[in-house]
């Protein structure tokens, strides 16, 4: 059964004031006959290709009668609104960047009218990608449409709703995903011999840190690729062992550790950074140019991490897939393939960690990068695949014993903000 604007409205309309538990306050919301134009609009806005290009855009949606700016966006007010049409949305799309602007549309017992544009800024988008942990995201509702048959809806920060290709998806909880998970245990066994840490923060403060931002890193490699378009592949090897040319010939060997030195010393920033915080909170005497300075130091490394890690993802432009092993160190690019598949083992889809039921597939229904991960899973438990299409979507393809599990569309969120 399909679902469309309208019933997309509904669902927001019904999980608007119960998203959220504890001491807080939602931003308020249209009712939903509103939700349903806004919706409906957005839709159709982003079916209308211009010049061979679907539009990409964001809505913030205020109420008229609290004339105020969407909360903590900066921006530009029309001297005249405009009305919310499918026409008007398409001329204003192009000057918008879905990953830091907005139009600004507001809503009254009149309707909806376009009232400028707000800039948003990048902090929240990279945050969600993995690429960030200090964030300004907006306070009120919120739309994105980033391709024709999708709509996400946000309160604040938080997820509400998502329409997507004609199913309402998002609301059964947060979707989560181990994928990532033995990698990062892996790679952690050989990057805390380098990483040091905090002689007077608490180690609650620290601990989980880590593997939050090693897995972070792994996922926003993924999302780099995806946002480019044209899809890749991203080969995790579990141990820093020869690759055999049996199973991967690699076309630009280039071992770097190009990636691990921008992690480490992005952790290590952190840590320096954390102890005297921790120092200064408890009242001991920190000089404040030591406290700026581990500041600027933590950012100017992670400023040189984020831009490491999208170096690295721009090889998937290359055709064939890059070979990281779970320390991030690069192994090289333009890896072929070159495995058989294994008749022996099963080949499952879903979450083996979460549910028993899962599907018995045939390898013909995937496309060839698919295919080809599941050869090399089959071959060995030594790598995790990651295949990301070229319209966005992610799968996770490993072994485990005598079955390969395909996990399709795995959410690439930060894992700091599940909710995202």
């Not at 997309?8 to 006959?33: I, M, N």
């Not at 806005?45 to 211009?50: F, L, N």
């Not at 089959?378 to 079955?403: F, H, I, L, N, W």
């Amino acid at each position: 059964m399909f679902s469309f604007p309208k019933d997309l409205a509904s669902t927001v309309f019904e999980r608007w004031t119960q998203l959220v538990a504890g001491d807080y306050t939602p931003p308020l919301c249209p009712d939903t006959k509103l939700l349903q134009h806004l919706f409906e609009v957005s839709y159709m806005a982003a079916c209308c290709p211009e010049e061979m290009r679907f539009p990409k855009f964001n809505f913030v949606a205020t109420s008229k009668d609290s004339c105020m700016a969407p909360h903590g966006c900066a921006g530009i007010k029309f001297d005249e609104p405009r009305q919310l049409t499918v026409q008007e949305v398409r001329r204003l799309a192009p000057t918008i960047d879905i990953a830091k602007s907005a139009i600004w549309v507001s809503w009254g017992s009149d309707g909806w009218v376009i009232t400028g544009l707000v800039d948003l800024g990048t902090s929240w988008h990279r945050a969600k990608k993995g690429l960030g942990y200090r964030y300004q995201a907006p306070a009120d509702l919120f739309v994105q449409v980033d391709r024709p048959g999708r709509i996400r809806v946000y309160q604040g920060p938080y997820h509400v709703a998502t329409l997507e290709d004609g199913s309402i998806v998002g609301i059964d909880g947060i979707d989560f995903s181990l994928f990532f998970h033995p990698i990062a245990t892996s790679g952690l066994k050989v990057l805390q011999r380098y990483i040091e840490y905090p002689a007077y923060e608490h180690p609650r403060e620290f601990s989980d840190f880590e593997f939050i931002a090693l897995v972070n890193t792994y996922s926003a490699i993924a999302q780099e690729i995806s946002a480019r378009g044209h899809g890749g592949m991203v080969i995790f090897a579990l141990s820093n062992d020869l690759i055999s040319e049996k199973q991967l010939r690699i076309k630009y060997s280039c071992k770097s550790s190009m990636l691990t030195d921008a992690f480490v010393n992005f952790m290590n920033a952190r840590h320096v950074q954390g102890d005297y915080g921790a120092l200064y909170d408890d009242g001991h005497a920190v000089p404040d140019d030591q406290l700026y300075h581990a500041e600027i130091t933590s950012r100017d490394a992670y400023d040189e991490l984020v831009e490491a890690t999208r170096f690295i993802a721009a090889l998937s432009g290359c055709d064939g897939a890059i070979v990281i092993n779970s320390d991030l160190s690069l192994v090289g690019f333009g890896a072929e393939i070159r495995s058989e598949l294994d008749d022996s083992v099963d080949i499952l889809e879903g979450k083996p960690e979460f549910t028993d039921e899962l599907m018995s597939c045939n390898i013909e229904q995937f496309g060839m990068r698919h295919r080809s991960a599941v050869k090399l899973a089959s071959q060995t438990v030594s790598y995790r695949v990651m295949a990301v299409s070229q319209d966005g979507p992610a799968s996770g393809v490993y072994r485990k014993a005598e079955e390969v599990f395909v996990e399709k569309g795995i959410t690439l969120s930060n894992m700091n903000m599940p909710w995202a």
